[in-house]
């Protein structure tokens, strides 16, 4: 109703300016009475209301759009009144919705194109490398062998960040919520990268309680520990530190805290360690950080309805937190 006025004060305007005149012009020329004046105006008034409700009644779609804007869910079927500009303005935005609509549609195509592209590459490069791994196994504990099966190694973690980041675009079509044990998730986790701890010879220590239990995808929080852990190795200050995993419950929460010794994230670079591919300080220091690992954590931990937190001081070490929810509600994808 205020945009209606707004739009039409120049009617408005006009008619006072314009009864003001008449009613001057009248008395003037002593055509009129004064109690006659009351009516006029009276009567001119009860027009121009008229008016304006038979012009509110056949625009109100047209302000009500241009106050509360224009949703998606109902721009398929929009109607804004029966005036000529009403019924050109639903013409209008009923053709561009719909070439809106072509549009989602294409793109929804090419992603569906990509992430297949992607799955299928990823499966055959790992195919080779997993020829390669089993040949090496013939040549185990020599110093050649030991570098090429690190450098198949790395080249797998690369393939899976590579295929997680695509699938993660698509994550309603592949998700399981189970409740699951995180003192056993993270000690997987932990036994997966046995080979990465005893090379950088940092120690795992795990402090959980065993009858501790989350609500997640056992799959992809695996994937999501794995990218904390090889982080965490990554910037570790010198051999022999210490890794810790704890499980704390405050409230109606439970809490996964990774602490590494390492050499901590600058201040400047903290509020955006979650963006693609920032590698800040440290990532161009050690040359091999995608500036990626921490970014995927957040967008799976966002679609799992788990939350992140990550404290750090330069020279101390990281505290990355995630944090689960003890109850068995949970809300809808984002």
Known sequence: MKLFLKDNKAYISTYFIGTVIIILYCELMNYIELSDIFYLIIVNSFILLCFLAIRYHKTQEIYKLFENGLNSSGASNTTLGTTVIGKNLTGLLNQEYRRYQGEIQEYDKKQKEHLAFINTWVHQMKTPLSIIQLQLEEYGGEPLAEEISE?????????????????VEAF???????????????????????KLFIKSRIIPKVDIDGALEIHTDGKWLKFVLEQIITNGIKYAKGKGKTMYFSGLIQENKIILEVIDEGIGIPEKDLKRVYDPFFTGEN??????????????????????????????KPGKGTTLRLIFSKTDEFNSFQ
């Open 172 to 194: 309603e079509k592949d998700y399981v919520i189970e409740k699951l044990n995180l003192r056993q998730l993270v000690v997987d986790a932990v036994n997966n990268e046995k």
């Open 151 to 167: 450098e198949v190694r790395k080249i797998n973690k690369s393939l899976n960040l590579a295929l997680y980041l695509a699938r």
């Open 283 to 312: 990532g161009r220091n050690h040359g091999e950080s995608t500036g990626m690992g921490l970014y995927i954590v957040k967008r799976i931990c966002e679609h799992l309805n788990h939350k992140v937190e990550i404290e750090s």
